[in-house]
């Protein structure tokens, strides 16, 4: 008698076990670390639309997850620098000779005012 009611209390054990497997399914527990070494396992849904990769630990800081790649590139706009407009215009040989040309009035401008203070 008694061996069966602990095979019963085994079996309702199992059970109960293969029910919980189920939820952790659909979650996804994403590790986060912090500079200082707190770790954070912050739970996810599954088909959560944005995992974030950067999580604010207990102590203040950002903490990052590895696992979770960075934002794609797509969302940041590639920032025109002023170079790269100045390249779209010119090209790298006119630069060269504008620059040459700048360098030279330079030369020629602090040769004049070297002159004076020399002689
Ligand atoms: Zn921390």
Redesign the pocket.
């Known amino acids: 008698m008694g061996e069966t009611s602990m095979k019963g209390t085994r079996l309702g054990t199992l059970s109960l076990e293969r029910d919980d497997h189920v939820q952790p399914a659909e979650r996804r527990v994403v590790r986060y ?6 770790v ?1 396992n912050v739970p996810y849904f599954v088909d959560a639309d944005e995992i974030q990769r950067e999580w604010t ?5 950002t ?1 990052i997850a590895d696992e979770i790649a960075p934002e794609p590139p797509k969302e940041v706009k590639p920032a025109r620098t002023h170079w790269d407009m100045l390249m779209e215009r010119r090209t790298r040989a006119d630069l060269e000779e504008l620059l040459e040309e700048r360098l030279a009035l330079l030369r020629a401008s602090r040769e004049e005012e070297e002159l004076p203070r020399s002689a």
């Open positions: 670390v912090c500079p200082e070494g707190h954070s630990c207990r102590c203040g800081a903490a």
